[in-house]
């Protein structure tokens, strides 16, 4: 998917009419908006069906699901920067360092609500008195992807904002179905995100199955519903880690897409334990239901029940049989909540520790 105009993807905070003014956007979306926008280009080439439209069992998109989410810019597909990746201030900008874990019992503290055994911790060869910069919007092309997979270091990232031009728009609300101005209190200011510059492009790609889009060239994307161009591109895998021995116990879950949990951050997966994490802030994920009600005198849409994932490039250090881990999990959906909209995929990465 390629943008044609500016773009923008609303976060999970209120923006409500009369109270807020400022709408942030974030980019790339949440994996909702893109399993959205395929939904309404399948009835808006088959308008015929469209009555069945959430329908339980006649609904002929039910089949759809999302199988791989990623940037791609010229030849490099990317992906979100795992978050057990620091880096010091004032380095060179390729130099990051892996967290490493260490036991619970190893820090001189008292008190701990920690639910796992390890924490994770600065390298012993990296001081603890320098300051260190956020990785937050930082990207992995797939080569990058796949040595940190390999427990082999990484030597070049890519900062979200080569790729993206931010643009502040002024608007005003208007009514959908009559497009006369709207009442008091809904001017408002966005912050577009235009997936160029001058120097490189970004597109969106996705790979999902249950749906023919084959004749869809231009699909509708975001607030405004604004349009991308839609061209087929070959589908990419992520090699998984060699694994010495079978019994090989160590790994690391990487997740490419945010994932819902319902005990919060804390995954549960069948004989896996988890031993640490490195995870972000939680994000608020919504949206709004394709099909609109009639509701005082009015068509409206209504919003989806608001979810809280853990973000994108969040990390879990685990215990159990990495062969098994990588036949159930490596490449695919570990998000206990709508993971056939993309949300949760993941890869299986080599972990070294002593138990």
Same mark, same amino acid.
């Not at 943008?3 to 009419?17: C, E, M, Q, V, Y």
């Not at 399948?42 to 699901?65: I, R, V």
């Not at 639910?115 to 990296?126: E, K």
């Not at 996705?206 to 061209?231: A, H, M, N, P, Q």
């Given at each position: 998917?390629?943008?044609?105009?500016?773009?923008?993807?609303?976060?999970?905070?209120?923006?409500?009419? %009369?109270?807020?003014?400022?709408?942030?956007?974030?980019?790339?979306?949440?994996?909702?908006?893109?399993? @959205?926008?395929?939904?309404?280009?399948?009835?808006?080439?088959?308008?015929?069906?469209?009555?069945?439209?959430?329908?339980?069992?006649?609904?002929?998109?039910?089949?759809? &699901?999302?199988?791989?989410?990623? =940037?791609?810019?010229?030849?490099?597909?990317? *992906?979100?920067?795992?978050?057990?990746?620091?880096?010091?201030?004032?380095?060179?900008?390729?130099?990051? !360092?892996?967290?490493?874990?260490?036991? $619970?019992?190893?820090?001189?503290?008292?008190?701990?609500?920690?639910?796992?055994?390890? $924490?994770?911790? #600065?390298?012993?060869?990296?001081?603890?008195?320098?300051?260190?910069? @956020?990785?937050?919007?930082?990207?992995?092309?797939?080569?990058? =992807?796949?040595?940190?997979?390999?427990?082999?270091?990484?030597?070049?990232?890519? !900062?979200?904002?080569?790729?993206?031009?931010?643009?502040?728009?002024?608007?005003?609300?208007?009514?959908?179905?009559?497009?006369?101005?709207?009442? +008091?209190?809904?001017?408002?200011?966005?912050?577009?995100?235009?997936?160029? +510059?001058?120097?490189?492009?970004?597109?969106?790609?996705?790979?999902?199955?249950?749906?023919?889009?084959?004749? +869809?060239?231009?699909?509708? #994307?975001?607030?405004? @519903?604004?349009?991308?161009?839609?061209?087929?591109?070959?589908?990419?895998?992520?090699?998984?880690? /060699?694994?010495?021995?079978?019994? &090989?116990? *160590?790994? /690391?879950?990487?997740?490419?897409?945010?994932?819902?949990?319902?005990? %919060?951050?804390?995954?549960?997966?069948?004989?896996?334990?988890?031993?640490?994490?490195?995870? @972000?802030?939680?994000?608020?994920?919504?949206?709004?239901?394709?099909?609109?009600?009639?509701?005082?005198?009015?068509?409206?849409?209504?919003?989806?029940? =608001?979810?809280?994932?853990?973000?994108?490039?969040? $990390?879990?250090?685990?215990? %159990?049989?990495?062969?098994?881990?990588?036949?159930?999990? !490596?490449?695919? +959906?570990?998000? &206990?909540?709508?993971?056939?909209?993309?949300?949760?995929?993941?890869?299986?990465?080599? =972990?070294?520790?002593?138990?």
């Amino acid at each position: 998917m390629s943008a044609l105009d500016t773009l923008f993807f609303r976060d999970g905070k209120p923006f409500s009419i %009369g109270e807020e003014s400022w709408a942030e956007g974030v980019f790339p979306p949440f994996p909702p908006v893109f399993y @959205g926008a395929l939904r309404t280009a399948y009835f808006a080439a088959n308008n015929h069906e469209f009555a069945k439209a959430g329908q339980e069992k006649d609904d002929p998109t039910l089949k759809l &699901e999302i199988k791989n989410i990623y =940037l791609k810019s010229d030849v490099n597909s990317l *992906f979100p920067m795992p978050l057990d990746c620091v880096k010091e201030n004032g380095r060179d900008k390729n130099s990051y !360092h892996l967290l490493e874990s260490k036991k $619970v019992n190893d820090f001189d503290c008292a008190v701990s609500n920690n639910s796992t055994q390890y $924490v994770l911790s #600065l390298p012993d060869g990296v001081s603890k008195g320098k300051t260190l910069e @956020g990785i937050n919007n930082m990207l992995l092309d797939r080569m990058q =992807l796949v040595s940190y997979l390999q427990s082999e270091k990484i030597i070049r990232a890519y !900062h979200l904002k080569d790729f993206i031009s931010k643009e502040a728009k002024v608007g005003i609300g208007r009514d959908r179905f009559t497009s006369s101005s709207a009442d +008091t209190g809904q001017l408002y200011r966005t912050n577009m995100s235009r997936p160029a +510059t001058l120097y490189a492009s970004l597109s969106m790609v996705v790979e999902f199955s249950g749906l023919d889009l084959s004749r +869809t060239s231009l699909i509708k #994307l975001g607030g405004e @519903g604004k349009s991308v161009s839609c061209s087929k591109d070959s589908c990419i895998s992520i090699a998984f880690p /060699k694994v010495n021995e079978e019994s &090989e116990e *160590f790994f /690391k879950i990487y997740l490419a897409t945010p994932a819902i949990f319902k005990d %919060g951050w804390y995954p549960k997966l069948e004989n896996v334990e988890i031993l640490a994490a490195a995870v @972000g802030r939680s994000v608020p994920v919504g949206g709004f239901n394709l099909k609109s009600k009639y509701e005082d005198g009015k068509w409206k849409q209504f919003p989806k029940p =608001l979810r809280y994932a853990v973000p994108a490039g969040s $990390v879990y250090y685990c215990k %159990g049989k990495m062969l098994d881990a990588i036949g159930k999990y !490596h490449g695919k +959906t570990i998000s &206990e909540e709508r993971g056939k909209e993309g949300f949760g995929i993941a890869y299986i990465g080599k =972990l070294s520790m002593e138990a």
